[in-house]
């Protein structure tokens, strides 16, 4: 299937229903394909006897299609200044890691501040433990983000965090190497068009004068060098996310090439460019924290922040609670979607608390209703008042997000029920149907307080 671009519109939640009804087959059917393994080896393979072969979209979208949830981290040397320099703050609500454009730093005093980026307590084996715990199941790092600082050791820059700094080690090598051993999918974010550092990279245009840029040459001697080294150096990767998408599809086109030319199985985000209606990545990403309406049938992520930040700052204490996540999760799922939800580590690398709490939360209800998340396809019944569905072969989950009085209705199901049980306690539910209607009987209180979920047996 290749990909396209669906817009970010309303529709109508009648349409919505429609539209899910007509596509489930279809859509079922690509599912049903899709975890075949290519010939040639797993995910796991090496990237050498990769590169041999073609993979097919839908056989390398499997394991995004299966996992649906990730970790997004953004940590730099912004992660040091922590939305301050000089007495500046950054505004609550806009992105502390934009922190050297937002007051134009100059490129030698930025330097500078990496110059002292040192995150003793950096611990790979903890935040890879934290993401299984929230029940995550891919780590997207930022490798290099715009401020074109390398977070891992490059022989292309310099300006990297091993031979940049007095920390001195190479945190994606420690993390790749957590991953593996977790089982959790290694994968790098990495702005291939931004650049503040380099006089040639987009975006900095108080250091160096725009008229004499040479984009070309960034993307030879630094973004494409840089990628070689990540996607040849960490093992196999399962995505790279990039941002802020090239100005041409030609430019777009040569990233794609060298990634599959490196890591055939290897996937690209939606934003290393889309163009008129086609989209050059392997899926599409929504706006920060967005939600489409649309493409029930598509690939598709939501990137997310916990509070309002990417990169960490220590004036953001707007956070979610672990009840709006779990509800976005299920937004997102229930249409397809897959949820990459971001922690902004500090300065000395450590995970904010407030963060790791809320992760805990997640993951404590994932342990219960994981089942329902996990492997799903889009819910067959869409635009519920009472909350989503998701689908698993015969099963259809009924996540409640407003627990009703005594009974729930559900309409538009278009096969028997066998039988109704909640995931929370797994006690069964007394059920009525009637075409393709179900009432299901409820307990007077909901088992859980953000989202319970009713497990419904069909034929
Ligand atoms: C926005 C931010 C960028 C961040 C990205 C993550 O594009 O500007 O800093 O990395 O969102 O989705």
């Not at 079922?28 to 080896?41: F, I, K, L, M």
């Not at 809320?358 to 994981?370: D, F, P, Q, S, T």
Request: with cysteine; hydrophobic share 35%; charged share 20%.
């Amino acid at each position: 299937m290749k990909p396209r671009l669906f817009q970010n519109r309303v529709v109508p939640g009648f349409v919505l229903a429609i539209l899910a009804c007509v596509l489930l087959s279809a859509a079922n059917e690509v599912y049903r394909r899709v975890p075949q393994p290519a010939a040639g080896g797993s995910a796991n393979q090496s990237p050498a006897s990769a590169a041999t072969m073609p993979v097919a979209t839908s056989d390398r979208m499997a394991w995004f299609r299966h996992d649906k949830f990730g970790m997004f981290i953004h940590w730099g040397p912004y992660s040091k200044l922590a939305g301050e320099w000089q007495g500046h703050r950054i505004p609550v609500g806009t992105e502390a890691e934009w922190i050297m454009q937002r007051f134009n730093i100059p490129v030698a005093e930025y330097r500078q501040l990496a110059h002292q980026f040192n995150p003793t307590h950096f611990n790979p084996q903890e935040w890879v433990s934290l993401a299984q715990a929230t029940g995550m199941k891919y780590i997207v790092v930022t490798a290099k983000h715009h401020d074109g600082f390398a977070m891992y050791r490059s022989q292309v820059s310099q300006y990297n965090i091993v031979d940049w700094t007095p920390f001195g080690r190479d945190p994606l090598m420690e993390l790749s190497q957590a991953c593996q051993k977790a089982g959790i999918r290694f994968c790098v974010y990495y702005s291939h068009r931004e650049d503040w550092d380099h006089p040639d990279g987009y975006g900095n245009n108080w250091d160096y004068d725009r008229s004499k840029k040479d984009f070309d040459r960034y993307l030879e001697q630094k973004s494409k060098p840089q990628l070689r080294e990540l996607l040849t150096n960490y093992g196999p990767i399962g995505l790279v996310w990039f941002d802020r998408g090239m100005d041409t599809p030609e430019h777009a086109r040569q990233i794609v090439d060298l990634v599959h030319q490196l890591q055939p199985r290897c996937l690209i985000s939606g934003r290393v460019g889309s163009y008129g209606q086609e989209l050059m990545g392997d899926y599409q990403d929504m706006g920060d924290n967005g939600m489409p309406t649309g493409g029930l049938e598509e690939y598709w992520e939501t990137p997310q922040t916990l509070n309002t930040t990417w990169g960490f700052s220590r004036f953001d204490e707007q956070w979610k609670t672990p009840g709006n996540v779990i509800h976005r999760l299920v937004e997102i799922v229930s249409q397809g979607g897959n949820y990459l939800l971001n922690v902004g580590p500090t300065g000395e690398g450590v995970i904010p608390q407030p963060s790791v709490e809320r992760l805990h939360e997640i993951g404590a209800w994932l342990k219960v209703n994981g089942e329902a998340i996990y492997g799903t396809t889009y819910g067959p019944v869409q635009g519920q008042s009472f909350g989503r569905t998701t689908r698993k072969g015969n099963t259809i989950y009924v996540h409640v997000f407003e627990w009703p009085k005594g009974a729930l209705e559900l309409s538009g199901l278009r096969s028997r029920t066998i039988s109704a049980t909640l995931l929370a306690g797994g006690r069964p539910l007394a059920f009525k149907q009637s075409g393709d209607r179900v009432w299901l009987t409820l307990p007077e209180e909901a088992p859980d307080p953000s989202v319970s979920v009713i497990a419904l047996r069909t034929e």
